[in-house]
């Protein structure tokens, strides 16, 4: 089992910044890759960014693209979602997930293709 605890989420507003924080821990695997994703009231959850453990690939949603970063740090089995130019659409519950793969790696987009996920933490952009 892993088990996945993010952290960050907060109030800000428009045009500023937070940094999401997921904590990853129990076992892992060698393939193993991670995702954001986020959900606004009433709306489905959406794919916001992956990254692959090992490669260090990342990918985008084009509604995040060159405003949010996603990194990870293997010494603290943690990967960062860095978040700028928020604006209020930005505002929903973000999720942290995970999932081992084999093969080679692609981005997983679709909420269904990861295995493991965090409580979600509240991000919240006023206008």
């Known amino acids: 089992q892993v088990q996945l605890v993010e952290s960050g989420g907060g109030l800000v507003q428009a045009g500023g910044s937070l940094r999401l924080s997921c904590a990853a821990s129990?076992?892992?695997?060698?393939?193993?890759?991670m995702g954001w994703f986020r959900q606004a009231p009433g709306k489905e959850r959406e794919f916001v960014s992956a990254?692959?453990?090992?490669?260090?690939?990342?990918n985008y949603a084009e509604s995040v693209k060159g405003r949010f970063t996603i990194s990870r740090d293997g010494a603290k089995n943690t990967v960062y979602l860095q978040m700028n130019s928020l604006k209020p659409e930005d505002t929903a519950v973000y999720y942290c997930?995970?999932?081992?793969?084999?093969?080679?790696?692609?981005?997983?987009?679709?909420?269904?293709?990861?295995?493991?996920w965090g409580q979600g933490t509240q991000v919240t952009v006023s206008s």
């Open positions: 997930a995970a999932r081992y793969y084999f093969g080679s790696y692609y981005a997983a987009t679709k909420s269904n293709e990861y295995h493991y």
């Open positions: 129990g076992r892992t695997f060698s393939t193993y890759a």
């Open positions: 990254i692959s453990w090992s490669l260090g690939s990342t």
